[in-house]
């Protein structure tokens, strides 16, 4: 019906929608394909070569970027492995814990690390390590990590348990399964995709923090963020494009995965 | 299928509230401590005295916030007057995170409207589209930006190629480029909730008004827009304040001249030359003028939910 599309659409939305996606896409899309540029000059193009990738790995400045890349993939795979585990105990007991006084302020607790800017959670966590007299390094940011990781795995794991009705468990404990085998066995596989999400999440934003990193890791610790900081403060070099693009790849691959977790509905 | 939502004035599921206490336990221990303490923490220590060397002497002085709000002068011993350069920095900040916010909401609405309004299968597609950048690392999104729009960066050399400008335009370190690179940053921010709320939204509302007469953009302003206002409010929160607190973008695309709140904040703790009480009490600032910004626009979402 002609009348019904015309309520709806409105003319120049299409062409904002279309920059839009350009303004987002075209700084990832040029260094992407510069990262592929022959020249040791970030400005003239000399034609493809995967010379900066090599470099990457073999140059000399790899063996400061296997460092951080180890550094940074190990503490957002524990981070985010500990911050969901977490979280998902957090959310059985808010979704399903009935109605109790400390539910709002457990809300607030847990939502607290995005709530309070970032840069102010970075000093205030460099001023507790402080505090307490711990030297700051490699544990320092893994602990950081943990604690700003948990609500962002949260979220997902809450909206998907909310859209779990309670009878599945219900039906489980009275066929006589513990609380504990509802859990294990009936919960946990049913809340899987929203588990899934809250990890990737949680992972891409370990991966990601620059901030509160820099601030609690010390003198000699790295992780990529910091690494590439860095190595631009003197200016953009071709390898750091092909870092970044490497990078990118990583994360359009988690996206990709959590785009295709999220359409996996196995309640039905 | 809600059972586990919670109603409000409905019973919320309980299965395991028995166990309840122990499942939160791990989250409050780890927060409490980690997050919550730290932030008390950083109160302290806006009230105590400077070391030289960085850190802290353990003496109460409100030396900090002084130093933030009054000018004495030389020699430290005049009278009270107020100190502009640090107000100016904030002031500075909260009109560029504005700007930012205003800018992502007029490429936003309409972004997400287009996308709520396809058909079920390419809507997903769109969102999709839209969330990768976000998920890309803000520090690769933020040099990205400061690769094309160097003077003689691609954007440049667009434009001279065009025949638009003869000589490259200076954009990187103005406050332009941090505009753009805040808007960059956090640009998803801003479409996601509001396609959440233009997909709930009822179109019959928009026909009814039709009907009845209205122009296309009286039913956009009158009828559309106030519906999804939840959705345009948490929008505009999203991105204004992590806007208000950056420090990629006005550091690596702003340079020395286009100081922002998160740069004064890092200066106060880099290497010796600090000063961690001054560093606490600007966080303890920005962190109230956080908290007021939710706090107003939560009190107006109630409101508007009251009177629907």
Same mark, same amino acid.
């Given at each position: 019906?002609?009348?019904?599309?015309?309520?709806?659409?409105?003319?120049?939305?299409?062409?904002?929608?279309?920059?839009?996606?350009?303004?987002?896409?075209?700084?990832?899309?040029?260094? /992407?394909?510069?990262?592929?540029? !022959?020249?040791?000059?970030?400005?003239?193009? #000399?034609?493809?070569?995967?010379?900066?990738?090599?470099?990457?790995?073999?140059?000399?400045?790899?063996?400061?970027?296997?460092?951080? !890349?180890?550094?940074?993939?190990?503490?957002?795979?524990?981070?985010?492995?500990? !911050? /969901?585990?977490?979280?998902? /105990?957090?959310?059985?007991?808010?979704?399903?814990?009935?109605?109790?006084?400390?539910?709002?302020?457990?809300?607030?607790?847990?939502?607290?690390? *995005?709530?309070?800017? #970032?840069?102010?959670?970075?000093?205030?966590?460099? *001023?507790?390590?402080?505090? *307490?007299?711990?030297?700051?390094?490699?544990?320092?940011?893994?602990?950081?990590?943990?604690?700003?990781?948990?609500?962002?795995?949260?979220?997902?794991? +809450?909206?998907?348990? +909310?859209?779990?009705?309670?009878?599945?468990?219900?039906?489980?404990?009275?066929?006589?399964?513990?609380?504990?085998?509802?859990?294990?066995?009936?919960?946990?596989?049913?809340?899987?995709?929203?588990?899934?999400?809250?990890?990737?999440?949680?992972?891409?934003?370990?991966?990601?923090?620059?901030?509160?990193?820099?601030?609690?890791?010390?003198?000699?610790? #790295?992780?990529?963020?910091?690494?590439?900081?860095?190595?631009?403060?003197?200016?953009?070099?071709?390898?750091?494009? !092909?870092?970044?693009?490497?990078?990118?790849?990583?994360?359009?691959?988690?996206?990709?995965?959590?785009?295709?977790?999220?359409?996996?509905?196995?309640?039905? | 299928?809600?059972?586990?939502?919670?109603?409000?004035?409905?019973?919320?599921?309980?299965?395991?509230?028995?166990?309840?206490?122990?499942?939160?336990?791990?989250?409050?221990?780890?927060?409490?401590?980690?997050?919550?303490?730290?932030?008390?923490?950083?109160?302290?220590? &806006?009230?105590?005295?400077?070391?030289?060397?960085?850190?802290?002497?353990?003496?109460?002085?409100?030396?900090?916030?002084?130093?933030?709000?009054?000018?004495?002068?030389?020699?430290?011993?005049? =009278?009270?007057?107020?100190?502009?350069?640090?107000?100016?920095?904030?002031?500075?900040?909260?009109?560029?995170?504005?700007?930012?916010?205003?800018?992502?909401?007029?490429?936003?609405?309409?972004?997400?409207?287009?996308?709520?309004?396809?058909?079920?299968?390419?809507?997903?597609?769109?969102?999709?589209?839209?969330?990768? =950048?976000?998920?890309?690392?803000?520090?690769?999104?933020?040099?990205?930006?400061?690769?094309?729009?160097?003077?003689?960066?691609?954007?440049?050399?667009?434009?001279?190629?065009?025949?638009?400008?003869?000589?490259?335009?200076?954009?990187?370190?103005?406050?332009?480029?941090?505009?753009?690179?805040?808007?960059?940053?956090?640009?998803?921010?801003?479409?996601?909730?509001?396609?959440?709320? $233009?997909?709930?939204?009822?179109?019959?509302? &928009?026909?009814?008004?039709?009907?009845?007469?209205?122009?296309?953009?009286?039913?956009?302003?009158?009828?559309?827009?106030?519906? $999804?206002?939840?959705?345009?409010?948490?929008?505009?929160?999203?991105?204004? $304040?992590?806007?208000? %607190?950056?420090?990629?973008? =006005?550091?690596?695309?702003?340079?020395?001249?286009?100081?922002?709140?998160? &740069?004064?904040?890092?200066?106060?703790?880099?290497?010796?030359?600090?000063?961690?009480?001054?560093?606490?009490?600007?966080?303890?600032?920005?962190?109230?003028? $956080?908290?007021?910004?939710?706090?107003?626009?939560?009190?107006?979402?109630?409101?508007?939910? %009251?009177?629907?």
């Amino acid at each position: 019906m002609s009348t019904v599309t015309d309520v709806r659409t409105y003319r120049g939305f299409f062409t904002v929608t279309v920059l839009c996606l350009v303004i987002l896409y075209a700084p990832l899309a040029v260094v /992407t394909v510069y990262s592929f540029n !022959a020249s040791a000059s970030i400005t003239v193009w #000399e034609g493809l070569s995967l010379r900066w990738y090599s470099d990457v790995f073999t140059g000399p400045e790899s063996a400061k970027f296997k460092q951080a !890349a180890i550094n940074s993939f190990s503490i957002a795979l524990i981070a985010a492995s500990v !911050a /969901t585990a977490i979280a998902v /105990t957090a959310a059985t007991a808010i979704v399903r814990g009935g109605r109790f006084w400390l539910r709002l302020p457990s809300l607030g607790l847990i939502t607290l690390p *995005i709530m309070v800017p #970032e840069i102010v959670l970075a000093v205030a966590t460099l *001023i507790f390590f402080n505090a *307490i007299g711990f030297t700051r390094g490699y544990l320092t940011i893994l602990v950081a990590h943990i604690a700003f990781c948990i609500p962002f795995a949260y979220l997902p794991i +809450q909206a998907r348990m +909310q859209g779990i009705d309670d009878t599945y468990e219900q039906a489980a404990m009275d066929l006589y399964a513990s609380r504990a085998q509802a859990f294990r066995r009936v919960l946990l596989p049913l809340m899987m995709p929203g588990i899934i999400s809250g990890f990737l999440l949680a992972f891409i934003v370990s991966l990601d923090d620059f901030i509160i990193t820099n601030f609690v890791k010390g003198a000699g610790v #790295e992780t990529l963020p910091t690494a590439i900081f860095g190595s631009v403060k003197q200016g953009i070099k071709p390898n750091i494009m !092909a870092i970044s693009t490497m990078l990118l790849g990583v994360s359009v691959v988690m996206v990709t995965i959590s785009y295709v977790v999220s359409k996996w509905d196995n309640t039905k | 299928m809600a059972g586990g939502a919670p109603a409000p004035g409905g019973v919320a599921s309980q299965t395991f509230a028995s166990a309840r206490n122990w499942l939160l336990m791990p989250s409050w221990a780890v927060l409490l401590v980690f997050v919550a303490a730290p932030v008390a923490m950083m109160l302290v220590y &806006s009230f105590l005295t400077k070391e030289f060397r960085g850190g802290v002497i353990w003496e109460f002085s409100t030396g900090a916030y002084d130093q933030f709000f009054c000018n004495r002068g030389l020699f430290g011993d005049e =009278p009270c007057q107020i100190e502009w350069t640090y107000i100016n920095i904030f002031w500075r900040s909260i009109w560029q995170a504005g700007l930012a916010t205003v800018l992502s909401l007029l490429i936003g609405f309409p972004t997400a409207y287009f996308i709520a309004t396809r058909s079920e299968k390419t809507r997903a597609l769109w969102v999709f589209a839209i969330t990768i =950048p976000y998920w890309v690392n803000l520090l690769i999104r933020t040099v990205s930006m400061k690769f094309l729009l160097r003077d003689q960066g691609p954007l440049n050399d667009l434009l001279i190629g065009l025949g638009l400008t003869e000589d490259p335009l200076r954009i990187i370190n103005t406050n332009l480029a941090v505009q753009l690179g805040l808007y960059y940053s956090y640009l998803p921010f801003m479409v996601l909730p509001i396609y959440a709320a $233009v997909e709930r939204y009822n179109f019959t509302l &928009s026909e009814a008004a039709a009907d009845l007469y209205a122009t296309k953009w009286a039913t956009l302003r009158r009828i559309v827009l106030p519906a $999804v206002k939840p959705g345009i409010v948490a929008g505009c929160i999203l991105v204004f $304040v992590p806007s208000l %607190g950056a420090f990629l973008a =006005p550091d690596l695309l702003g340079g020395a001249r286009n100081f922002m709140i998160g &740069s004064l904040i890092e200066e106060q703790f880099k290497g010796n030359a600090g000063n961690w009480p001054f560093g606490a009490a600007a966080s303890m600032i920005l962190l109230t003028l $956080v908290l007021l910004v939710l706090l107003v626009s939560a009190t107006q979402q109630r409101r508007t939910k %009251g009177a629907v």
